[in-house]
């Protein structure tokens, strides 16, 4: 009993941390079941924090991907998992587990730091980026975590991963880590309130105020949105007849929940949108987004390759147009597709948190 226990209080579990498993564990089962992505202001955070549930094998198993592991030495994503789990001393995955085919979640966090006095002399700003994976201690379920560290760009994610270092996040090795592991605090508490997470009263906060930049709705708010789902291609009295129209509904209460999602399919309806099926082919796909984009597209797949599992070659496509392809959560078993400018995904993301308007980033 004492062994257990002794290794038991090695968990990433500290009661006064908010690095921990009891804040982490909530931030996850809110990116598993609610929304996968995150893009907010957080005060004292240059720029965006950016959070994201990534899963191996899926978010590798793509052509861009499998290019990075064939580069990096490897043959598929759960070989580089299990390089990930070596150098995190997690048990590796055997040929028996792989062959199952289950997926394995991590969470990434990234956001700016100011640099150091060293880093200044080379740029601005810092980048930061901590990977979480999930773990058992002294147990047969998840109850703990391992976060991989790397203060690079991940230009080729999977280079990215594995060019990452076991954190200590109580030990920092250097100046830019011990910046980067103060400011994970701020993001983290900031997640917590952004999300209305409840943060354990034991834990030490690092901040003792709200770090959550809210901005003001109003109509502006509506326009800005519609013009960036739209791309511009919506006529200026049909933008703010239609940002009059989504005010109204915002302003109505949460039982009014047919008439406001009726609202927002009715600004769908008004710009270059494709409502499919939960499952559609490749086909489909190539000839609809032709007709929003006004040219022809088509992307190289898999064979026998269908519906979300065709999504990373349709991006890789858009990507040489600087397009992006959105979704609109209807709720139900379809999608309402649209396209959004690369550069303006982050901000439609935020807008989507603040008119309530539940835009999902494939």
Request: charged content about 30%.
């Amino acid at each position: 009993m004492k062994s257990f226990f002794t290794n038991l209080f090695n968990r990433n579990n500290d009661p006064k941390s908010i690095i921990s498993f009891d804040v982490i564990d909530p931030i996850y089962s809110h990116l598993y079941n609610v929304q996968s992505n995150l893009e907010f202001k957080v005060k004292g955070i240059k720029d965006n924090v950016s959070v994201n549930l990534y899963y191996f094998p899926g978010s590798l198993d793509h052509e861009e991907g499998r290019a990075e592991i064939k580069k990096a030495g490897f043959n598929n994503p759960y070989e580089v998992l299990n390089e990930l789990y070596k150098k995190m001393n997690i048990s590796v995955l055997s040929q028996e587990t792989i062959e199952e085919g289950l997926e394995y979640d991590f969470i990434h966090i990234q956001f700016y730091s100011e640099p150091t006095s060293e880093e200044k002399k080379f740029f601005k700003q810092s980048i930061k980026n901590f990977t979480f994976f999930f773990c058992c201690t002294n147990s047969l379920e998840i109850n703990d975590f391992k976060i991989l560290y790397s203060g690079q760009h991940f230009f080729d994610y999977a280079k990215g991963l594995l060019d990452s270092e076991l954190l200590d996040f109580e030990n920092p090795k250097n100046e830019s880590q011990a910046k980067g592991i103060n400011d994970l605090k701020l993001v983290l508490q900031g997640i917590c309130q952004y999300l209305n997470i409840e943060i354990p009263e034991t834990v030490e906060l690092p901040s003792s105020e709200n770090l959550v930049e809210v901005s003001k709705v109003d109509l502006e708010t509506f326009e800005e949105f519609i013009t960036l789902i739209s791309r511009g291609n919506i006529e200026e009295g049909e933008r703010k007849e239609q940002a009059e129209e989504l005010f109204i509904n915002y302003k109505r209460p949460d039982d009014d929940y047919y008439e406001i999602m009726e609202g927002h399919f009715a600004l769908f309806e008004n710009i270059d949108a494709w409502n499919s099926d939960w499952k559609f082919d490749p086909e489909d796909a190539e000839y609809f987004i032709s007709e929003m984009i006004g040219e022809d597209l088509n992307f190289e797949y898999p064979e026998e390759t269908y519906s979300h599992d065709l999504f990373p070659y349709i991006q890789t496509a858009l990507e040489k147009r600087g397009l992006e392809l959105m979704s609109y959560d209807t709720k139900g078993d379809n999608y309402l597709f649209f396209l959004a400018n690369k550069e303006d995904v982050g901000r439609i993301l935020e807008l989507s948190e603040l008119t309530k308007i539940e835009i999902d980033k494939l």
